[in-house]
């Protein structure tokens, strides 16, 4: 998938004033932290357009990028970070499940893990609740440098094995690392298959 054209169309805190639109799109979720804004400027070779930081809860809207005029990329804010207050903890965690449950052109919601560290029970938990509503989902192991190649390939068979007790057919599963750009086409790829987004 080449990409032509992006545009941020809206930056909200609530599903109620996201684009109403029928184009379809995918959806960066995750752990505070996980890498969803740096991989969304990864696959869309854009430098700074999803605000990246070094601490967790940089993300705090929902902000949905048109791409090539056919498609969102949706940044989101991440789940489960200890330190943020509860209030806003609890607010984020509304934020985003009503946004998963009210689109419904959402082609996939790509769930990030980071691939250095076990999978966590939230995570699990996530994958429960994203079955449990329908909502077609993959799973992106994110921050897998080549550095860490070892440990990502032990978190992803641990998680496999998880999966496979609970599930008939496996979600898609992606190793990335924005560091040395390892899986960006594969994760293109497929999204372009998913939207059915035409290489123009
Ligand atoms: P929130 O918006 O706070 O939920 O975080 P996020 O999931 O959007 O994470 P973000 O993209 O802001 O990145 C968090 C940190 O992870 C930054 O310091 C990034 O540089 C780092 N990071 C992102 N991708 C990679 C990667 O592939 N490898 C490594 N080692 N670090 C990465
Ligand atoms: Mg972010």
New binding site residues.
């Given amino acids: 998938m080449k990409i032509h054209s992006i545009a941020l169309i809206s930056s909200n805190a609530s599903y109620t004033m996201c684009p109403q639109d029928t184009k379809p799109e995918v959806a960066?979720i995750?752990?505070?932290?996980?890498?969803?804004?740096?991989?969304?400027?990864?696959l869309l070779q854009r430098k700074q357009l999803?605000?990246?930081?070094?601490?967790?809860?940089?993300?705090?809207l929902i902000h949905h990028f048109l791409v090539n005029n056919q498609l969102y990329f949706v940044?989101?804010?991440?789940y489960g970070?200890a330190q943020v207050g509860h209030a806003t903890k609890v607010r984020w965690g509304k934020m985003l499940r009503d946004y998963l449950l009210h689109r419904p052109n959402m082609s996939t919601a790509f769930l990030?893990m980071d691939a250095?560290i076990a999978p966590q029970a939230i995570d699990l938990e996530c994958i429960s609740w994203l079955g449990q509503h329908h909502i077609p989902f993959a799973i992106i192991f994110?921050?897998?440098?080549k550095k860490?190649k070892m440990v990502a390939h032990k978190h992803y068979m641990a998680l496999t094995r998880t999966l496979q007790q609970e599930w008939a057919t496996m979600p898609p599963i992606f190793m990335?690392?924005?560091?040395?750009k390892?899986g960006m086409e594969n994760v293109l790829g497929y999204i372009q298959a998913v939207t059915q987004a035409k290489d123009e």
């Fill in positions: 960066f995750g752990r505070s932290n996980v890498g969803k804004s740096s991989l969304i400027n990864a999803a605000r990246v930081s070094k601490m967790p809860g940089k993300t705090a940044d989101l804010p991440g970070w990030l250095k994110t921050k897998a440098d860490h990335v690392s924005t560091h040395n390892l």
